[in-house]
């Protein structure tokens, strides 16, 4: 019997060899669902059995970031210049064998830098270390892909890897609620038109078992997102292109890589060469946001904001502060953009906007 492996290439081969369009649609659905069931499998199965020492790393600071890259492609020097942190450097393939931490200070904010391992192909399914690589990357909130400017195609290697591991760059949870119900089958409603049709839908929560669930998109979803949204397991972060040894190239070579990553930022670490504009691209990416903490009866700190990114609700803000005060929770009162009018009282779920002002009423 043909292992799983072999059994998703020839799954892959069916569907490359199958002409897509609207009748074939819910086939190359089922069949992608397939694909991702058996690597899930695969990994689930390789996490059971261990595999080697593990990275533990704590979250720490206002957001944590992450360098990946090929080996050698400068990671370390990176780290050591733009945090002070002591990750080994030499001129030879995977210097850093495990985790080295440093902390970013910038415009008020804690980052957490780690520099990891580089990733080579093959990372998802474990070679080069990849698989505690890549579990160091899921739990992060961004990661930089640093390019070596001689070969810039490495890019597209690494988002390969990252993105069969499971982790979402630059993406959002898609809109999509999967309620599972006793019986009554498939219901499928959506708010907006969808180019998915029910035959795909349900192909695919077939694959998974899935019969009976009603089904709620708010938005127009690829039959991959919906895979994504039934296994539960993704992971979203977000990412900057950064484009080491630009000291060492010839000005043309750097212009032709401009022309593919219009986006990129050109550095040298060994040089120091645009690296306060990197810390700022990190902390625009991370996308901060200030929230200024008022006592109940007293004024409110104007002097020392607390830095969180977008999208933090209060809950997250109270498990910051002090791990008793969700479970204590009352309500809070809300000043600023996010309140319908000044003083809100708003629950845990309540997001946060910039220079919104909080107090937070807690059990005595």
Known sequence: MSSIQEQIQEVEEEIR????????????????????????????????????EGYSVKKSGDGTVTLVGFPSVGKSTLLNKVTGAKSEVGAYEFTTLTVVPGVLEHKGATIQFLDVPGLVKGASSGRGRGKEVISVIRNSDMVIFLLDVF???????????????????????????????DRGGIEINSTIDLDLDDETIKAVLDEYKIHNAHVLIRENITVDQLIDVVLGNRSYVRSLIVVNKVDLAYPQLIEECREIYPDAIFISAHEGINIETLKDAIYDCLGFIRVY??????????????IVMSGTNIGQICDRLHRDFR??????????????????RVGLEHIMEDEDILTIIIQK
Do not use: C
């Open 151 to 181: 070969q810039p195609k490495h890019y597209e290697v690494l988002m390969d890897e990252l993105y069969q591991a499971g982790i979402r760059v630059d993406e959002v949870p898609p809109d999509v609620t999967i309620k599972r119900k």
């Open 293 to 306: 903490l008022k006592p109940q009866g007293q004024p409110a700190d104007m002097e020392e904001p607390l």
């Open 17 to 52: 060899k199958t002409q897509y369009n609207k009748a074939t649609s819910h086939h190359i659905g089922r069949l992608k669902a397939k694909i991702a069931r058996m690597r899930d499998e695969i990994e689930k199965k390789a996490s059971s059995k261990g595999g080697g």
């Open 327 to 344: 479970r204590k929770f009352r309500y809070a009162q809300i000043w600023g953009s996010s309140a319908k009018h000044p003083g809100q």
